[in-house]
């Protein structure tokens, strides 16, 4: 599996107005937008870091996998998001090393990418989305 980069670092918020003032007024940077995305009852923005973003994500429903987030462990960072060259090929090399998975085939995520997360079983209690950028 070739990792080319940090992709970007999401971090779970109970409302992106409140949680983007840490961003903008604080650190300076600046938001790109928002995006919901349906299938994951997700609205995320996006904040541009160099080479890689920082992700906030709010549920747009009670039993999303944030709110859920959110109700266990509160606001904070929720995942770490690796590019990679190819999804399907990392998926593959990682369901022969016996990796446990949270999605086995990539799904549509947030600014035209393709994902899938690991299970943090399997990554020492993280996270980890991989994705896959056309760009």
Same mark, same amino acid.
């Given at each position: 599996?070739?990792?080319? =980069? !940090? +992709?970007?670092?999401?971090? #779970?918020?109970? =409302?992106i107005?409140?949680? #983007?003032?840490?961003?903008t007024d604080l650190?300076?940077?600046? =938001? #790109?937008?928002?995006?919901?995305v349906? /299938?994951? %009852?997700?609205?995320? &923005?996006?904040?541009?870091?160099? /080479? =890689?973003?920082?992700?906030? @994500?709010?549920s747009?429903a009670p +039993?999303?996998?944030?709110? %859920?987030? @959110?109700?266990?462990?509160?606001?904070? !960072?929720h995942h770490?998001?690796?590019?990679v060259? +190819?999804?399907?090929a990392?998926?593959? /090399?990682l %369901?022969?090393?016996?990796?446990?998975l949270?999605d086995?085939?990539?799904?549509k995520g947030?600014?035209?990418?393709?994902? &899938?997360?690991?299970?943090?079983?399997?990554t020492?209690?993280?996270?980890? /989305?991989l994705?896959?950028?056309? +760009?």
């Amino acid at each position: 599996m070739k990792i080319l =980069s !940090i +992709d970007h670092l999401g971090i #779970a918020v109970g =409302s992106i107005a409140e949680g #983007a003032h840490v961003w903008t007024d604080l650190l300076g940077l600046t =938001s #790109a937008g928002t995006e919901t995305v349906a /299938e994951q %009852k997700v609205t995320t &923005a996006f904040f541009p870091v160099g /080479e =890689s973003e920082v992700e906030l @994500l709010e549920s747009t429903a009670p +039993d999303g996998p944030i709110a %859920k987030y @959110l109700e266990k462990r509160g606001e904070g !960072i929720h995942h770490v998001a690796f590019r990679v060259a +190819d999804l399907n090929a990392a998926l593959e /090399e990682l %369901k022969a090393m016996g990796v446990r998975l949270i999605d086995e085939r990539p799904r549509k995520g947030a600014g035209g990418t393709r994902i &899938a997360f690991l299970h943090p079983q399997a990554t020492r209690g993280v996270l980890v /989305e991989l994705c896959e950028r056309d +760009d």
